[in-house]
C-alpha cells in the first residue's frame, strides 16, 4: 500500500514539473530568426529551442535560394533528408498561388517584394515518404519531429519580409530597357553590358510554335563564331505542359519565367564552354564577369501587357505584310503582320500605329473622321480605362487629366487642373465590335499628344494613322547617318565581291553604284510622330535616340526592319535578292 502511495505521489509530482514547465516555457517569448541572406523573418517557439536549425541553400542558376528548416535531433542522428520540417525560399519574379514558383501541392504564396516571391512549401512528392519513415523507423528523435511538425504553422503565421535585406529592386539598376516586340517581352540589361553584348534571333527553336533569341557576349562572338552565348529566352505555345522539372528545353540549366496567355516563357544557358578558356584570353574575364550577373538581367524580365512602345525588334520585322489573291490574280486583302497581332485589311483601310509601334486594329472613318478604338490607343500611353456599362460611359485617367467620354454624345468632359470643361470629339463616340471609338485628332488634343495621317505608299500598302507622344523631333544629322551608312556599305561590298564568284553572270557593279549614290542623295523627308522619315538607300525611319529602320518593297512583301550596320548583308534585300 505505502509503495502504491508513494508510486502515485511520484507521477503527481513528476506531471506538475511537466505542467509547470510547459507553461513557463508558453510564456516565454518566441525565438526571432532573421535570415538576411533571402531577406526574411520567423518566430520559433520557445519550446523549440535546441531542437531546430537553419540551412541556406542557393540554387544560383534559378535565382531560388531556400532556408530548410530541420529537426536537429534528426539530422543528428545522421538522417538530413528525414530531418527537413519544411523550407521557405524566395524566387525571382511575380508568383501567385494559382502559378506557385515551385510545383508542390503544398507550395505557399508568403509575399512578394522586391521583384521576388517568398514561399513555403514542404514539397509534398516526399512529405509522405518522409512521415512513413519517422512512424516505421524506431528513431528516439521521431516522436519529437512529429510533434514540430505538427507546429509549422505557427512559423508561417510570423513571417515577415525584411526588404533592406533584398537585392536592388531592378527599377534601381541602370541600364538599357530592351524589348523584344516578336516574344513580347522587355529586359533591362545593366549600364556596364553597354557595348559588351548583342541579342540574335535564335532560328533552331522557331519551328512554328516557339520563338526565341540569344544574348551573347560580343567580344567572345569575334574571337570565335558561334562562341559566346549568355543565354537564351524562349516563348513556347502552352502553359500546362512546362515546369522546372520539365522544362521546354533539356540543355544547360534551364528553368521557366512565367506563363501567360497561353505561352510559357523560359530561360536557358549553354550545356558547353561559350569563351576561350586558355591563359592568354583576352575575352574570358569579360564573359564571367556578364556571366555572374545574368540573374539580375533576368529579374527585370517582363512579359508585355498590349502593344509595345515604339518600333524595337531584334533582327525581327516591325511589320510585314502578305498578298491575298483571288483565280483573278487581283488583291482582295493584305494580311499585316505586327508584333502584337495581325489584321487583315482591304486595300485602302487605315491602319493604325500608336505609341511609335503598329497595333492590330483598323481605323473607322465617320464623317471624314479618323475614329480609333478608345481603350487600346490610351493605354498605350499608360492611361487608366473604366468602362460603365450601364452609363455607357468610358472614365479615362492619364497623369493629371480625366476625361469622360460617353457613347453617343460629341462633347467629351474633360478635368483637368482642377477645371472641368467639355471637348468637342468633332463627331460622337460609337460602339463598335464591341469597342468605343473615338476620333484620333480629338483624343491628342485632350491628352496632349500629336497625330497625323499617311498615305498609302509611304511605309505601307494602307494608309495610316497615327497618335504620339509630342517628342523633340530628331536632329536630322544627315552627315553622321550617312557616314554609318557609307560604312556599312564598305563591309558590304567586301561581302558581295566575295560572294559573286560563287555565282558566274551576277552584275554586282550596277546595284553597288545604285547604293552608294542614293546613300550621297540622302534627304530629309518629313516627321512621323517620334520617327523622321527620311529617303536614303532604303527609305528610312529613324527616332530620337538615332536608332535606324528600314523600310523594304518587292513583289507582294513590304517589311520595316531595325537595321544592324554591323551586318555585312545589310543592303543585300531589295538589290541581289527579294
Known sequence: MRKKLVACLLIFVIVT???????SVNNLPPILYENLEIGFSIEFPASWKGLYEIETLDFTARDITTAYVLHKPTNDEGHWYYSILGMFGRRQGHFTQENPPVRSETCIVLANAGGFTFYF???NDYDMDIFEWHENSGSQASAGYLVLKSQI???????????DALPPAVSDVEGELFIDDTLGISLIFPTGWEGLYKTTEADVYDNGNRSSFAVIHKPTSEWSEGAGHLFWILRISGEDEFDDDNPPVKAGSSWILDKKDGYTYAVFTPSDVQY??????STRDGYKLLESQINLVLRSFRVLDGPASGLKAVSQPVYSVEADSDEDGLTDSFTFIFPSGEVTAAPGDTLLMVNGGFIPYLVEIRDNRSLVPLRFVTQAFGAAVIWDPNAREATLTLGDTTAVIRIGEQFAEVHKSGVTEPHDLYTPAIIMNDLTYVPVRALAEIFDKTSGYEEAGALTYNPFVWIDEKTPAWKSDLEALQSECLKAFELFKVYIEAEVQTYEG???ESPLAEIKQKIQDMKFLRHIGRYALVDGPYTMLVD???KVYFHQTGYLMWTIYKADFEDPQIFLGGYFAG
Open 17 to 23: 514539473v511537466l505542467h509547470v514547465n510547459a507553461q
Open 121 to 123: 512549401t514542404t514539397r
Open 153 to 163: 504553422d505557427l512559423l508561417i503565421e510570423s513571417f515577415k519580409v525584411i526588404e
Open 276 to 281: 576561350d578558356d586558355s591563359p592568354q584570353s
Open 506 to 508: 551576277w552584275d554586282i
Open 544 to 546: 530620337q535616340s538615332g
